[in-house]
């Protein structure tokens, strides 16, 4: 490769026409992409909606139908931001209808999953009644 460059580099000395050439080619290529400018990817983290927050506000049904109304890089963002989506299946998928129901069914899953610990009122109140007499009775 080093060769490569020297070879140019000489020619560019003997030639003026090819070292314009070069010139210009080289710099198209710096300007293409200019530091500091903010990718498409830093926008649409910027807009990814609190999908918890919009399932309690709207209820499955209505969440459902408002996901399938988004876009799809944001659908897909969706899902790499929550990891939702382990295994990658859902990388290549362009309905959103499809990415939205996805969605739907894996928040679900993790909000029943967290079900499991919430304990009821009445078992509560139950619980810290026969809790707080059997601990005054020992004082």
Known sequence: MRKLVDLISDEC???????EKMDALLSDFSKRREPGKK?????ILETIPDIYAEWYARGEINFGLWLSEQSLPILHAVIRTHE???KNRTGKWKEAKKLADFIVEKLRA?????????RGESRDKGRSGSNNESSADEN
């Open 110 to 118: 993790r909000l029943s999953r967290g079900n499991a610990f919430i």
């Open 84 to 86: 939702l989506d382990a």
């Open 13 to 19: 000395k003997r030639n003026p026409g090819f070292s």
């Open 39 to 43: 990718s498409n990817k830093s926008k």
